[in-house]
């Protein structure tokens, strides 16, 4: 045999070996494609679809904003302005407080409602010291605040009254109601009154102040136009004089239930002949409105 043949002999045994190998790996191929194709497809399916984007526009999938929109509460929609009168239209201050805990979004639109309030009632709501006077510190633009005690209301110390009494809407507060608040004595009175010169109801009834206190209130609150001291036992008519003296705008004044007795109204009168007098036996004058 020629070394020709040899040779040919040799190369067409390495070949067919080298096809041999080719034809295995193609086999082996073909075997594991469906698992690999299965594989593929489960990895697919845990993968959010991708938007398509050419040069008109989205043609394909959901935008990345959409999407997220998608999933976003109707409320976290809401224009900052409209959620803080949605959340101002709560009826209860406690509710107002867990609102603000929901997100930084809705903390600023509670401080954005309180801010826009021109009249705050604290009557009926259990709330204390603290609490109340970080919503009246809130509420810069407050004209009208209550605190009234209640059956279930808040129970404000002189510690509330002079939280409050620090806060920027007590210079231009028109009116304050202190109704039965028996936990407040003159010292948190004084402390209110005194920063409160646009001043021009009161109602401080159902207390246990002093003449201490009207002597503050007709030093400070030289606009007040009607005082209702109605059942404060501990206040004089000397309390009284020195607070129509004061207040020279007084226009009607509740003494009910006092113990100052009713002839010595007539020294109130000869300060204010136009000063209306309520919840005496008697009338005093032409002016004097009896209730």
């Known amino acids: 045999m020629s070394t020709w043949s040899c040779d040919l002999g040799r190369s067409a045994q390495q070949n067919s070996k080298r096809w041999a190998r080719v034809a295995s790996r193609q086999a082996h191929y ?41 999933e976003e509460p109707h409320v976290e929609r809401l224009p900052a302005d409209l959620l803080a009168h949605v959340l ?13 805990g929901v997100s930084r979004r809705w903390r600023r639109a509670v401080e954005r409602s309180l801010a826009g309030r ?25 004209r009208d605040l ?13 510690q509330g009254l002079i939280r409050i009494s620090t806060a920027e809407c007590v210079k231009n507060l028109t009116s304050i109601s202190l109704w039965g608040l028996a936990g407040i004595t003159d010292n948190g009175v004084i402390q209110l009154v005194s920063r409160a010169h646009s001043l021009q109801h009161l109602n401080i009834g159902g207390t246990f102040i002093t003449d201490e206190s009207l002597y503050a209130v007709a030093k400070s609150c030289i606009n007040l136009k009607s005082i209702i001291v109605w059942s ?16 020279r705008r007084l226009e009607c004044i509740n003494v009910g239930g006092m113990r100052v007795p009713p002839e010595s109204f007539a020294g ?4 204010s002949p136009a000063l209306q007098i309520r919840s005496i036996p008697q009338i005093l004058n032409a002016n004097v409105q009896v209730s």
Do not use: Y
Not at 118 to 142: E, H, I, K, P, Y
Not at 147 to 158: A, M, P
Not at 268 to 271: D, K, T, V, Y
């Open 30 to 70: 073909k075997q594991s494609r469906p698992r690999l194709s299965r594989l593929h497809g489960e990895r697919e399916e845990k993968q959010p679809k991708r938007a398509m984007v050419g040069d008109d526009g989205v043609i394909g999938g959901a935008p990345p904003a959409a999407a997220a929109a998608a």
């Open 232 to 247: 404060c036992r501990h206040v004089t008519e000397a309390g009284l004089v020195a607070l129509v003296g004061g207040c």
């Open 146 to 158: 209550d605190i009234s005690r209640s059956c279930w209301g808040c129970q404000i110390t002189d």
């Open 268 to 271: 109130l009168l000869a300060i």
């Open 88 to 100: 101002s239209l709560l009826p209860s201050f406690h509710d107002l407080a867990m609102a603000g």
């Open 118 to 142: 021109r009249r705050m009632s604290f009557a009926g709501q259990r709330t204390g010291d603290d609490s109340t006077a970080r919503f009246v510190r809130a509420a810069v633009n407050l």
